[in-house]
């Protein structure tokens, strides 16, 4: 297992804060040791208009993954890149530090209070992203050393201020000039077949050509999650989530107050939970599909579940499905509309309860209606087949022909009428 470490320091546009690492002291015999290689500091240039000095560090950590083992990664601001190891075992992280303070000194300084601790115990390996936060409550992204897919993220990084616990403090992080400019910028290199844990607080996460059981969290930043194998629980509080490509087992995917989009999923089981984030996305194939929302919209086209629940308390729902695979689906809203969209050819049975007991079909689609009784009615689409229930009281359900282009259903849901 070896730690490395280069620490530069160089004039920037703006600038924050940061601190150093090191090697922490290991307790335990089972515990990673780390080695210091070495340090490189390049000569200082001053730019006196700009009134802001950046400091950077970066630092790795190589370290074996026993089989059938764990991997743990969080970090409190910054970034994390995940991309597939080449190695059986083999996990490495690098850490990229970068500071901005008033002056050099206090640059260096913040990025020399930075350390990248980390250990193992059983088969579990642990690589935390220690800051100052014993004396230094109040971060922002420093605008020096972003560079790469990084700069594609920035903005969705600083949304306005969070209140997050680290290390068990109360820490705030947000787009105040005063707040000390630091932040670390991760690339994890992961092995095939682990179990892992990777958490940014503030910040975005991408993994791509991932395998195993994957955990992405933020607080407020973006996942994006693409061609990714296995078993994969994506969740954020603020971020928005995107799942492209997914295969596997199984996918779970939650947010509070942000957006998900879903596109090429197969998966035995996937499960969605938004408060008022919206779903959206199109080709989601799976044995069990489970959806629940509080008030944000559900917009889903080429979806093929065996079994599938949509509940939402204000959030209208628009699923658009050829009912290829389908033996039941159940719609739920309070106080939300329902468009369900279905191919021309497809046979189906329709239970529907709604305020005025009717179902609007547009498009040339025709049901016929077999029983009606108050709120509920019974129709069926060609010999009947899967059975389709939709409970909208204080909405509307509307049927239409399944002919929109993905883009359609995902900006619009245009179709014709």
């Known amino acids: 297992m070896e730690l490395h470490v280069a620490i530069s320091v160089r004039p920037a546009l703006y600038s924050p804060a940061g601190p150093s690492l090191e090697a922490i002291p290991m307790r335990s015999s089972r515990m990673l040791s780390a080695a210091l290689l070495g340090w490189t500091i390049s000569t200082f240039f001053p730019v006196p208009t700009l009134g802001l000095d950046a ?6 950590f190589e370290g074996e993954v026993p089989s059938g083992g764990a991997v743990t990664v969080d970090n409190l601001l910054g970034s994390v890149r ?65 560079k790469g897919w990084v ?66 969290e933020t607080v407020d930043g973006d996942i994006l999650a693409e061609r990714c194998f296995g078993k994969l629980a994506v969740t954020s509080d603020r971020g928005a989530i995107r799942v492209l490509a997914f ?25 969605l939970r938004t408060a008022d984030g919206a779903i959206g996305g199109s080709g ?33 729902v628009d699923l658009a499905t050829n009912l290829k695979t389908l033996r039941e689906l159940r719609i739920e809203t309070a106080t939300g509309d329902v468009t369900l969209r279905v191919g021309a050819l497809a046979h189906f049975d329709l239970t529907a309860e709604t305020k005025s007991g ?38 509307s359900v509307t049927v239409r022909p399944y002919e929109g282009s993905r883009l359609d259903l995902l900006v619009g849901g245009r179709s014709k009428r």
Do not use: C
């Not at 609007?360 to 129709?379: H, I």
């Open 55 to 60: 400091a950077e560090k970066t630092l790795s």
């Open 247 to 271: 295969q596997g087992d199984t996918l779970g995917v939650e947010t509070v107050a942000g957006t998900m989009e879903l596109l090429n999923v197969r998966a035995g089981r996937v499960q």
């Open 284 to 316: 989601v194939t799976a044995d069990r599909l489970h959806i629940e929302s509080t008030s944000g919209a559900v917009k889903l086209g080429a979806v093929e579940p065996k079994t599938a629940q949509v509940q939402t308390d204000s959030g209208t």
């Open 358 to 395: 009717e179902v609007k079909m547009l498009g040339g689609v025709t049901l016929d209606v077999t029983e009606q009784e108050g709120q509920v009615s019974r129709l069926q689409q060609g010999q009947g087949g899967p059975e389709v229930r939709v409970s909208a009281l204080a909405g």
């Open 151 to 216: 700069t594609r993220w920035a903005g969705s990084m600083m949304r306005g201020s969070s209140e997050v616990e680290y290390d068990g403090r109360a820490v705030r992080v947000g787009n105040d000039r005063k707040a000390t400019g630091l932040a670390v910028y991760l690339t994890v290199t992961l092995p095939y077949d682990v179990q892992s844990s990777i958490k940014q607080i503030v910040g975005p996460i991408e993994g791509r050509a991932l395998r195993g059981q994957i955990g992405l």
């Open 82 to 146: 995940i991309v597939p190891g080449t190695e059986p075992g083999k996990l490495r992280v690098v850490a990229h530090v970068v500071a901005e303070a008033k002056t050099p000194e206090e640059a260096e300084s913040l990025v020399e209070s930075i350390r990248l601790v980390h250990r193992t115990e059983s088969k579990a390996v642990r690589v935390h992203v220690a800051f100052p936060v014993d004396r230094i409550a109040a971060y922002r992204r420093p605008k020096a050393g972003v």
